[in-house]
């Protein structure tokens, strides 16, 4: 059974910083695109940014040039840098990863999601 499991949130004031961490376990043969998604109350869930098992990365303009995504392959673990928080950025952080496992001596490609980690920012 895959699945990944999010740490690092928290409450943080206005300015400051927090950093996620995801890891993926369980019979993993690969991990393509890792990402984190975040979903704020009343709100729909949006994109905030990917990275492909070979380094590129892709960012919401609403993060771009704050939050940094980065990823240990070797640790099946992917990171979200957050910096120079808002207000705005308040909200439940889902970790998202296309991973292909071992199940019954098949390899199985599916979409996996965390179970979510809270970010406030306020003063």
């Known amino acids: 059974q895959v699945q990944l499991v999010e740490s690092g949130g928290g409450l943080v004031q206005p300015g400051g910083s927090l950093r996620l961490s995801c890891a993926a376990s369980?019979?993993?043969?690969?991990?393509?695109?890792m990402g984190w998604y975040r979903q704020a109350p009343g709100k729909q869930r949006e994109l905030v940014a990917t990275?492909?098992?070979?380094?590129?990365?892709n960012y919401a303009d609403s993060v771009k040039g704050r939050f940094t995504i980065s990823r240990d392959n070797a640790k099946n673990t992917v990171y979200l840098q957050m910096n120079s928080l808002k207000p705005e950025d308040t909200a439940v952080y889902f970790c998202?990863?296309?991973?292909?496992?071992?199940?019954?001596?098949?390899?199985?490609?599916?979409?996996?999601w965390g179970q979510g980690t809270q970010v406030t920012v306020s003063s």
């Open positions: 998202n990863a296309d991973i292909t496992s071992w199940r019954l001596a098949k390899l199985i490609e599916n979409d996996y």
């Open positions: 369980g019979r993993i043969f690969s991990i393509d695109v």
């Open positions: 990275i492909t098992s070979s380094g590129s990365t």
